[in-house]
């Protein structure tokens, strides 16, 4: 038997009549503001549960999958979600911090206002995702970002490298320190790949040149 606790008052919220939670079906499960640290979730899937303000600092989710859930300013610090879907999932003000979150499946999810500082999200597909947040020292090398919603966004010092950001809405976003090598800029081509070469002993503004990069 599992129990799931309320993470302020400790009060049982969920039982599981079995002895771990690895690769279990959840269905329409209320897990508002559960402790839920270091639980193992390896390959459970979550359908039409709503895991709002939940504290999963630690949990194991490698390949769950997430329908139709709830997942506003969930704390995923240092959580495992390596190959997870959470596909069109609303994640608004969730908490990412350094967690292990590579080939993720995040299409037309909403991360807005989600601290995502340090994650590891290389390799995942983030496309169409609303992702106006916290990206400082994010790794998104190889991601899919086609058509990411980035405005505002803070993606300084993040690793870009070799990602794809065809169609990608950027205004106001920083990009400082960000690595871009081998990355596919907003208008489909090779980041950099319009930039002006400046002519002998000329001196361009740095803006000009990123202006013509994107």
Request: charged content about 20%.
């Amino acid at each position: 038997m599992v129990e799931i606790k309320h993470k302020e008052n400790g009060k049982v919220i969920f039982r599981f009549d079995a002895p771990s939670l690895v690769d279990a079906h959840l269905n329409g499960v209320d897990l508002r503001s559960a402790d839920l640290r270091g639980v193992d979730f390896t390959g459970t899937t979550f359908k039409a549960c709503n895991l709002a303000d939940a504290d999963c600092r630690m949990a194991n989710f490698s390949n769950a999958q997430f329908h139709n859930c709830m997942l506003k300013r969930v704390n995923f610090g240092d959580a495992v979600l390596e190959d997870v879907e959470m596909s069109d999932a609303v994640l608004d003000a969730s908490d990412w911090i350094n967690s292990k979150a590579s080939r993720i499946a995040l299409r037309h999810a909403k991360l807005n206002n989600a601290n995502m500082t340090g994650a590891d999200f290389s390799n995942s597909d983030c496309s169409f995702a609303e992702m106006r947040a916290n990206l400082v020292h994010v790794n998104l090398t190889g991601a899919n970002l086609y058509g990411v919603d980035f405005s505002g966004a803070d993606l300084s010092q993040a690793n870009l490298e070799n990602a794809n950001m065809t169609g990608a809405k950027i205004l106001g976003a920083k990009f400082s320190y960000a690595k871009m090598q081998g990355s596919i800029s907003t208008n489909g081509k090779p980041w950099g790949a319009n930039a002006p070469t400046a002519k002998s002993g000329e001196k361009r503004p740095w803006w000009q040149i990123w202006r013509a990069a994107i």
